[in-house]
């Protein structure tokens, strides 16, 4: 089956200006998570979808970044306007259903803003 | 709040010897999962091993097996004839609904 797939791979921008990311998770799985890792740390949840709607989005920053997953499959994550600390790489998963199902993840996108 | 804690930043092992990777966690939740995610170079997250809290044996998935004290809240990895293709960064991940925590991370280097 087809695994997770993000794109860019890589993208860099300077601060200010607006970036999107696109997640197309494994087919029939309900559950999208988004997640924020900074170079030398885990990955910290920004935000997770069940089907189309939102889940948990307390980690989050509102103020510059949104996310939505249309028809509960798709996803896409914008950040407007970067700062310097939005490098990392954002990295979408998937899992079936429930909190212990294994969740799959994409290769994620490195984003570096200058 | 749920915390996950790696207090080795990195570790090396020789080819074909073991290795455990240490993990810790807080949570005041009595049932919750707890896994192993492999990073290499390329970035994608590889789930290694899962471990159900409700369950008293230690999961086993071939070369790596899991010591899971529920009563001292620790989780660590033992990856058994270190392989070369085991280098990369070892994640100890909670989540008891909805929220996967992730820890700091393991950097395992595997030596010929």
């Known amino acids: 089956e087809a695994g997770v797939a993000q794109s860019p791979r890589y993208k860099i921008i300077e601060k200010r200006q607006s970036v999107a990311f696109w997640c197309n998770p494994i087919s029939g799985h309900a559950t999208l998570y988004w997640y924020q890792q900074i170079l030398g740390q885990g990955p910290k949840l920004l935000i997770q979808?069940?089907?189309?709607?939102?889940?948990?989005d307390s980690q989050l920053p509102k103020d510059r970044f949104s996310a939505e997953r249309l028809k509960g499959v798709d996803s896409t994550l914008k950040i407007q306007p970067a700062k310097l600390e939005d490098s990392a790489v954002y990295l979408c998963a998937s899992s079936l259903w429930t909190v212990n199902t294994e969740a799959f993840f994409g290769q994620g996108t490195r984003l570096t803003v200058v | 709040a749920q915390t996950v804690t790696q207090s080795q930043p990195e570790m090396s092992v020789q080819e074909a010897e073991t290795v455990t990777l240490s993990c810790t966690y807080d949570t005041s939740e009595n049932n919750y999962y707890l896994f192993w995610y492999k990073q290499p170079p390329s970035r994608q997250m590889i789930l290694v091993i899962r471990q159900e809290a409700y369950k008293q044996q230690n999961a086993t998935e071939n070369r790596f097996s899991v010591n899971f004290q529920k009563a001292a809240k620790s989780f660590s990895l033992k990856i058994s004839d270190s392989q070369l293709g085991d280098t990369a960064m070892y994640f100890c991940a909670f989540t008891a609904y909805n929220d996967m925590r992730f820890g700091a991370g393991t950097r395992l280097t595997v030596k010929p």
């Open positions: 979808f069940q089907n189309n709607g939102v889940v948990d």
